[in-house]
């Protein structure tokens, strides 16, 4: 089953507006943390944004917002006033905490949206 | 802060030949990571190392793939011989906190190396 599930694609938004990157989950950990990362057609992964299973506010970081719905297993990126530079690969990810022990304690991405800015 | 480096950049190679990745994380991250991205897909983790030991290669195909960090620093990965569906970009990553740390650690990645096996 897939961990981390992005069911976007490819997306297409006007400057300016405010779009949202789904993102729903799979854990049977309590302790978790949420990632959004963005890769640019340079190809490096930069960090966005960070959401624990234990934090009660959505996080928040300049024009990035995640919307966390523990309850649903979701966890949208939300970017407010989308500008050309936002175009790139959006992927969602998560860090287990390993409640039954053991293994890699790496990041597991989801397949990634494609955000095209358009002006 | 210098970030994640790695070369090379790009790798062209046919199949059958044999081919190795290098990378050198952040200066005092303990965690080493390495991930397979193929076109259209998210990356996905091959091994990480703590320091200098493997905590987990279970997803690195072994019968090709070896990878090493031998002073707990930089790391080699290796594939030998090289098939078409390893065709991919190879990304690095590291952290500060060791195996085992707090589930907001992020990882910090480097450009990739991408490779294309004809």
């Known amino acids: 089953a897939q961990k981390i599930t992005q069911t976007q694609p490819g997306m297409f938004v006007q400057e300016k507006e405010a779009v949202t990157l789904d993102c729903t989950y799979d854990?049977?950990?309590?302790?978790?943390?949420l990632f959004w990362y963005k890769q640019p057609s340079s190809g490096e992964m930069i960090f966005l944004i960070y959401?624990?299973?234990?934090?009660?506010q959505n996080a928040t970081e300049g024009r990035y917002s995640l919307n966390f719905q523990k309850a649903r297993k979701s966890a949208n990126l939300v970017i407010s006033a989308s500008q050309l530079g936002d175009s790139a690969m959006y992927f969602c990810?998560?860090?287990?905490?390993?409640?039954?022990?053991?293994?890699?304690?790496?990041?597991?991405f989801g397949k990634g949206t494609h955000l095209i800015i358009q002006p | 802060e210098a970030g994640v480096a790695q070369s090379p950049r790009y790798k062209i190679i046919e199949k059958r030949q044999s081919v190795a990745f290098w990378c050198n994380p952040i200066?005092?991250?303990?965690?080493l990571y390495w991930y397979q991205q193929i076109l259209g897909q998210g990356p996905k983790l091959l091994i990480q190392?703590?320091?200098?030991?493997?905590?987990?290669d279970s997803q690195l195909p072994k019968d090709r793939f070896s990878a090493e960090r031998l002073k707990g620093v930089d790391s080699t990965l290796k594939i030998q011989p090289a098939k078409l569906e390893d065709s991919a970009v190879y990304l690095c990553?590291?952290?500060?906190?060791?195996?085992?740390?707090?589930?907001?650690?992020?990882?910090?990645f480097g450009s990739g190396t991408q490779l294309s096996v004809l």
């Open positions: 990553a590291s952290s500060l906190a060791p195996y085992g740390g707090m589930t907001n650690e992020k990882l910090f």
């Open positions: 854990t049977s950990d309590q302790s978790y943390g």
């Open positions: 959401q624990g299973s234990y934090d009660e």
């Open positions: 990810a998560m860090r287990e905490g390993r409640d039954s022990g053991g293994g890699a304690d790496g990041l597991t």
């Open positions: 200066s005092g991250h303990a965690t």
């Open positions: 190392f703590q320091n200098n030991g493997v905590v987990d």
